[in-house]
Structures are given as structure tokens and as C-alpha cells.
């Protein structure tokens, strides 16, 4: 026996518009298993939303480091010179001659 689908009352707002529910959600919509947003392509699955927070808080540790090393560097940058740079750096042209024993 065919699976009868159940008729929608028209009046009864749109289930998968999550605009219905808040403003702030308007373009929003469930489609299957998926939440699509009002950019194109955007289609994200509960364990995307899932991911969010921890996303979050690898970004903050990352610029948590990124600061760090920027500290570093301007630290670095901060100390006297103790090598010469290779343009000051002068090289012998004749080396003395070695002898064998």
C-alpha cells in the first residue's frame, strides 16, 4: 500500500523558512538534513554547527601565538647586531698553500 504524504495547511507557515520563527532569520531555511543561508552555495550540516565553538576556540589560541611570535620578533629586532652582514664580509682571494706530511 503507497505511503500517503499528509496535506500542508496553506495557512500554517512554512516549516523549513526559519524566517517564520525570527526576523533575524529570514533567508534562512532547512532543507533535509542541511541549514542553506541566504549566500549561495552556504549549506552546512548540524555537525558544521557543532564544529563552531571549537573553531572558535582554535582560532583563539592561534592568535594567541600569532601575538607571541610577533612579540618575539620585535624583541629580536630590538638586539645589537653581533655578526656583520655578508655585504660588509670580505674574502680572501689567495689562500696559503697547505703542505702534505
Do not use: C, F, N
Amino acid at each position: 500500500m503507497p505511503v500517503q504524504k499528509k496535506k500542508r495547511d496553506p495557512a500554517a507557515p512554512k516549516r523549513t523558512d526559519l524566517g517564520t520563527l525570527s526576523v533575524a532569520w529570514q533567508g534562512w531555511r532547512l532543507v533535509g538534513d542541511k541549514l542553506t543561508g541566504p549566500m549561495p552555495g552556504l549549506r552546512v550540516s548540524v555537525h558544521d554547527v557543532e564544529a563552531i565553538p571549537l573553531m572558535h576556540a582554535k582560532i583563539e589560541v592561534q592568535r594567541r601565538e600569532i601575538r607571541a611570535l610577533q612579540e618575539e620578533i620585535d624583541r629580536l629586532k630590538e638586539l645589537p647586531q653581533e655578526q656583520s652582514l655578508p655585504e660588509t664580509w670580505t674574502v680572501p682571494t689567495v689562500y696559503p698553500q697547505v703542505s702534505a706530511k
